[in-house]
């Protein structure tokens, strides 16, 4: 399977599949308190009450890829916050398996693009020592009422299992988790670079706070944050918020 390159996984993965629940990631945040292990998958078929960011409804069509899995933080971990980072690369080398490698754009801090258009959603939520990443990938079909372009695989003419995209897709988590924990955030950071719009990308960051900043992609820091050129030269450091490209 693709990994981008470095060193070999050594987490060991465990999937469940289900038919049907509300949540993939609220059914894991349970699994963790009664002491789940890291490497657990699940997978549902459909959800009921698929979550985006922000507390925003994630459509469930069966088809689709609906699933999570569990991180257990360690001590010498990087910022927990930087798994947005590895989730995000460790899906854009999944897709590269199907669709061939610069495909897919990457947008801070983990919205998978093609052509501009969304193809997956990831939500991170911690729960005491554990953070729950869950992942929607467009397989087979794609919302059309949304305020902003998405697609699917299946529109770029690409059939996948949803059972043969989790296993690539847990195999590359796996591998990204190990070089963030075994050489830390750069590595990660820089194949983040590397799948990104460029730098001068005009971006609207949309904050917690509802203000909004507009400015032109300059890079991350060194922990990850988004770094935005501002039209009197300034810089602006984004660490939580929705960025659109312009």
């Known amino acids: 399977m693709e990994h981008g390159g470095g060193a070999g996984a050594v987490l060991t993965t465990s999937i469940r599949t289900i038919a049907e629940t509300g949540s993939t990631n609220a059914d894991l945040i349970g699994l963790a308190a009664t002491g789940a292990s890291e490497g657990l998958w699940l997978r549902a078929e459909r959800q009921t009450a698929g979550r985006g960011r922000q507390g925003r409804a994630w459509q469930s069509p069966p088809g ?9 933080l360690r001590a ?6 930087t798994l947005a980072l590895v989730a995000a690369v460790a899906l854009e080398a999944a897709v590269a398996a199907y669709l061939g490698e610069a495909r897919a754009t990457l947008k801070w801090p983990n919205d998978l693009l093609l052509d501009g258009a969304k193809l997956s959603g990831i939500l991170l939520e911690r729960a005491g020592d554990a953070i729950v990443i869950g992942f929607g990938v ?3 079909h794609h919302p059309t009422d949304l305020d902003r372009p998405a697609t699917s695989l299946a529109a770029q003419g690409v059939a996948t299992d949803p059972d043969d995209f989790l296993a690539t897709l847990a195999e590359n988590v796996a591998f990204w988790l190990a070089r963030w924990r075994g050489e830390g955030l750069a590595p990660v950071r820089d194949r983040w670079t590397a799948r990104a719009h ?3 990308t005009a971006l609207t960051a949309r904050l917690p706070d509802g203000s909004a900043i507009d400015g032109l992609f300059d890079r991350l820091d060194g922990d990850g944050a988004l770094i935005l050129r501002l039209a009197d030269g300034g810089r602006c450091v984004i660490h939580a918020g929705d960025v659109f490209l312009i």
């Open 138 to 140: 467009n397989l087979a």
């Open 198 to 200: 460029p730098s001068g």
């Open 64 to 72: 689709n890829l609906y699933a999570s899995t569990l991180v257990r």
């Open 76 to 81: 010498t971990d990087p910022p927990p916050a």
